[in-house]
């Protein structure tokens, strides 16, 4: 299948490593131009190099904290000049602390929602003119399972990851007109750094080895192991891509069969 994504141009935040690299690699190897960013410079530099040997794509990279509106928009103002547009969008953020409702005060809770939400709004808002203007792009944005169940010891994650589910939603009614595309992707349990974070957090607080924490997750999981970042990235990049013409407003999960809601 052709995904159409050949000259086109993607710009993916928090991209130096996990699923944000792993999904702009795929775009670079169907042909599409790249623009990575995150906060450490030095790990972009690497990401791009090894994205440009692997892929021969064009890629590009600029530093971005995406709870900074200022930076936002002179990264999405960046891309745009370098590329002369932006047909994708892939929003992507690490996600706030794990803990319950009674671990955080009101500046952890405005903390996590200018991360994991408002960075999202933010994004899209700056984004919206240069699509608009061609009348056609594709916005995905990377959240959690969490939109379809809850997750342990995750209350702000919980919370704001729903919050862009229902973003995309109403955006999706409000953007069919101009042929911008918005789907949300909900990853389980994928072999990341941040998913060893958790899971070395959750062995800790029960006081017992990180390996049993690891295989007590895999075997609730009906594919019986930890999804690939790679994995991760085909489904996204399908939605992002010439070939997704019709799935708009969706929230899909990427994860093993772990979630048995509807």
Not at 21 to 33: H, I
Request: charged letters at 25%.
């Amino acid at each position: 299948m052709d995904l159409g994504l050949k000259g086109q141009t993607a710009l993916v935040l928090a991209s130096s490593k996990g699923l944000g690299k792993a999904t702009a690699m795929k775009l670079a190897e169907e042909g599409a131009n790249v623009m990575i960013s995150s906060r450490n410079e030095t790990d972009l530099q690497k990401t791009a190099l090894e994205i440009r040997e692997k892929t021969g794509a064009n890629v590009a990279y600029k530093t971005c904290n995406i709870m900074d509106n200022e930076q936002i928009v002179e990264l999405v103002h960046e891309t745009g000049n370098k590329f002369k547009t932006i047909d994708i969008l892939v929003n992507n953020a690490g996600g706030p602390p794990a803990g319950n409702f009674d671990d955080f005060s009101d500046k952890d809770w405005v903390n996590a929602f200018e991360l994991t939400l408002l960075s999202v709004i933010r994004t899209i808002r700056a984004v919206l003119p240069f699509m608009r203007k061609q009348q056609s792009g594709r916005i995905v944005n990377i959240a959690s399972s969490s939109f379809k169940q809850p997750l342990e010891n995750l209350t702000l994650s919980n919370t704001f990851r729903t919050g862009i589910m229902g973003l995309a939603k109403s955006l999706s009614q409000e953007l069919a007109k101009d042929n911008i595309l918005i789907n949300t992707v909900g990853p389980g349990r994928i072999a990341t750094d941040r998913l060893k974070e958790l899971d070395s957090k959750i062995a800790k607080m029960k006081e017992v080895a990180l390996e049993d924490i690891v295989a007590q997750s895999e075997a609730a999981i009906p594919l019986g192991r930890y999804g690939t970042p790679e994995e991760f990235a085909n489904v996204l990049v399908f939605l992002c891509s010439g070939a997704n013409t019709y799935v708009t407003g969706q929230a899909i999960l990427v994860d093993g069969g772990l979630v048995k809601a509807m």
